[in-house]
T-cell receptor, first 108, second 117 residues
């Protein structure tokens, strides 16, 4: 059964803190997505990665394919980073199978 | 217009109404998707279209009826919905449809917030 588990479910941080969100999955995959969903509902694709690490601004995503684990890090967090962060991987129908998301709230 | 657009952004409908959600992508992609996001649940795939042909998917009640007239447009026709169908409905597109566990990058629209009364 394809399962994607994220932790923590909810995370509150102070502005400037370093943040880590974790994602574990149960089947072998070729690549993993990290998405950001803002309070209004819109979803933005942050990363698609298949190995190692990717960096975009203050966001860093890492993946260990053998351990079936990925992390999303945010450096120098800011209130505008407040959102739900979702990881997912490809399913058999070309869709994405998602975790329930991690709700991040960054306080000023 | 760029990216993936959805209309309307908000919709309130009664259980006896018929309405349609519209999605349009301006990215030249070949695959389009409807996802449902209910409170406290992960995003769930409803339908996949690849090159305007529907790919069979998870069972979805017949009160949801998709239509893909061309590779740029995707509709979700709604009729006799139930209150539990209230959710955020998201459209996405990708260049091609992935296979197996291969992930293709998907681009999401802003969603339609549907409330069934």
């Amino acid at each position: 059964k394809n399962e994607v588990e994220q932790s923590p479910q909810n995370l509150t941080a102070q502005e400037g803190e370093f943040i880590t969100i974790n994602c574990s999955y149960s089947v072998g995959i070729s690549a993993l997505h990290w998405l950001q969903q803002h309070p209004g509902g819109g979803i933005v694709s942050l990363f698609m990665l298949s190995s190692g690490k990717k960096k975009h601004g203050r966001l860093i995503a890492t993946i260990n394919i053998q351990e079936k684990h990925s992390s999303l890090h945010i450096t120098a967090s800011h209130p505008r980073d407040s959102a739900v962060y979702i990881c997912g991987h490809g399913g058999s129908q070309g869709n994405l199978i998602f975790g329930k998301g991690t709700k991040l709230s960054v306080k000023p | 217009e760029t990216g993936v657009t959805q209309t309307p952004r908000h919709l309130v409908m009664g259980m006896t109404n018929k309405k349609s959600l519209k999605c349009e992508q301006h990215l030249g992609h070949n695959a389009m998707y409807w996802y449902k996001q209910s409170a406290k649940k992960p995003l769930e795939l409803m339908f996949v279209y690849s090159l305007e042909e529907r790919v069979e998917n998870n069972s979805v009640p017949s009160r949801f009826s998709p239509e893909c007239p061309n590779s740029s447009h995707l509709f979700l026709h709604l009729h006799t919905l139930q209150p539990e169908d209230s959710a955020l409905y998201l459209c996405a597109s990708s260049q091609d449809m992935g296979r197996g566990t291969v992930t293709v990058e998907q681009y999401f629209g802003p969603g339609t917030r549907l409330t069934v009364t």
